[in-house]
C-alpha cells in the first residue's frame, strides 16, 4: 500500500519513477534502451536527445523539461499558458527550438480555458538556451532561458479567409498554427548553411480539397535569433515572412504534423501525423520528404484558382497506395521523434498512467527501411 501511495505522490508531483536502465551499444557509445518520464495532465508533445551531454528535453505542452539518460530531472521551464509543440536540438549552439500556439480554438482553451479568448491568437518559434536550464522550476519569463520569434503570416493564414469549392473558409490552407519545427540543410542539399522549418498545423476536415499539403515555412537560424524576444509580453519581433514556403502533398491529415524531423542517415524530413479522415487517401502516420531534391515550381491541386508553390518530393519508399501514388508507413511518431544519425532513433510512446498522470516511454529504435516496419527496436 505504501509503495502504491509513494508511486502516485512522485508522478502527481512530476517526477518520474527510476527503473533499472537497459543499455545497449550503438555508435554513439552506451544509451538507454528506453527512457520513462512522467508528468502532469498535458501529453507529451515533442521530445530532443542531446548525446553530447547525455540529457533529454521533453515537452509536456505547458512545461519544458530535462532529464538525464535514466529520467531523473535535472531542470525545467514552467509557466507556460501556450501549445509548446515539436521541438529539435542544435548542437552545435545549445539552442533549443519549439513552436508555441497561443491561440482560442479548443486547443487554446483546453490549456488556459477562457482566458485564451481574451488574448491575441499568437504563433512563436521558441528558443531555449538549453545551457541555461540548470534548475528545476525555471518561469517562462526568464529571458536568458527562453525567447519566442513572432509569426505574422501565419496569424495570417490562422485568422484568414479563403474560397474552396465556391464557398466561403475559414483558415487559409486549412491553418490551425504550427507544429512541427526541424532543423537541417536547404532541400536539394545534404549539408551547407543550416535553416529551420516549420510546419502548419492543419485543420482536419473532409469538406475541403484545399487542405491536402502539409505546408512548410522555412527561416534562417540568424534571422531568428535577430527577432528573439523574452516572453514578458505578447511581443510582436519576427520577419514578416519566411524566407520559402513549401508544400508537400500527403492528403488532409488531423492537425498536420505533429513532428518533424530531418535525418542525415536517410537524407529525408520525416512527418509524424495524426492519421487524416478522408477515404480518398490511405492516410498513413509516418511520411518523409525526400531532402536530397529540391523543390519545384507546381500548380497546387485542390484550390479554385491557380495557385502555384513550391512543391516538395516526397521519398519514393515505405508502403503505396496504387490510387494515389502517395507514400508512407503505418508506424506513430506523432509525440516525438529524435535522429541521432547512423540509422538510430528514438521515438516517443505516450500514455496516461493509472493515476492519470501522462508519460513518456522513449524507446531506442534503429531504420531498416522495411515498408511494413520501418523501425525495428534495439534490445
Not at 6 to 31: E, Y
Not at 216 to 241: E, I, K, V
Not at 284 to 298: E, N, S, V
Request: proline share 3%; charged share 20%.
Amino acid at each position: 500500500m505504501f509503495r502504491k501511495l509513494l508511486l502516485s505522490f512522485m508522478l502527481v508531483c512530476g517526477t518520474s519513477v527510476v527503473a533499472q536502465t537497459r543499455w545497449v551499444d550503438t555508435p554513439f557509445g552506451q544509451l538507454p534502451a528506453k527512457v520513462y518520464y512522467a508528468t502532469g495532465k498535458h501529453h507529451v508533445q515533442g521530445v530532443a536527445v542531446d548525446t553530447q551531454n547525455k540529457c533529454i528535453y521533453f515537452s509536456f505542452t505547458t512545461s519544458l523539461v530535462k532529464t538525464d539518460y535514466e529520467g531523473r530531472l535535472l531542470g525545467s521551464v514552467v509557466g507556460l499558458t501556450c501549445h509548446l509543440g515539436c521541438l529539435d536540438l542544435d548542437t552545435e549552439t545549445g539552442l533549443l527550438y519549439g513552436s508555441m500556439e497561443y491561440k482560442n480554438d479548443v486547443i487554446g482553451q483546453g490549456i488556459s480555458g477562457k482566458d485564451a479568448m481574451e488574448r491575441p491568437n499568437s504563433f512563436y518559434v521558441g528558443i531555449f538556451d538549453t545551457r541555461q536550464i540548470n534548475r528545476i522550476g525555471i518561469p517562462a519569463t526568464d529571458g536568458k532561458v527562453l525567447k519566442g520569434v513572432f509569426l505574422q503570416e501565419v496569424v495570417d493564414m490562422y485568422e484568414g479567409k479563403t474560397v474552396n469549392k465556391g464557398k466561403e473558409c475559414e483558415h487559409i490552407y486549412g491553418c490551425s498554427g504550427i507544429d512541427g519545427v526541424s532543423v537541417g540543410p536547404q532541400f536539394g542539399k545534404q549539408g551547407g548553411k543550416k535553416v529551420i522549418n516549420v510546419a502548419l498545423g492543419i485543420y482536419g476536415d473532409n469538406h475541403r480539397s484545399d487542405n491536402d499539403y502539409q505546408v512548410l515555412l522555412q527561416y534562417d537560424l540568424a534571422q531568428l535569433s535577430a527577432h528573439a524576444q523574452p516572453f514578458t509580453s505578447f511581443h510582436r519581433s519576427g520577419p514578416t515572412q519566411a524566407k520559402k514556403r513549401y508544400f508537400a502533398f500527403t492528403g488532409n491529415t488531423t492537425w498536420g504534423v505533429q513532428n518533424m524531423e530531418y535525418d542525415s542517415f536517410t537524407g529525408y524530413w520525416f512527418l509524424g501525423v495524426y492519421k487524416g479522415k478522408k477515404p480518398e487517401y490511405p492516410n498513413y502516420a509516418l511520411f518523409a520528404i525526400d531532402g536530397k531534391k529540391p523543390a519545384r515550381k507546381q500548380v497546387l491541386q485542390g484550390f479554385d484558382k491557380k495557385e502555384k508553390g513550391l512543391v516538395l518530393t516526397m521519398a519514393e519508399d515505405g508502403l503505396k497506395d496504387p490510387a494515389t501514388g502517395i507514400r508512407g508507413w503505418n508506424f506513430r511518431a506523432d509525440t516525438g521523434i529524435e535522429s541521432l544519425g547512423k540509422g538510430y532513433f528514438y521515438v516517443s510512446e505516450s500514455g496516461k498512467t493509472q493515476e492519470k498522470v501522462q508519460y513518456c516511454n522513449l524507446r531506442l529504435y534503429r531504420w531498416t527501411g522495411n515498408a511494413e516496419k520501418p523501425f525495428e527496436e534495439v534490445r
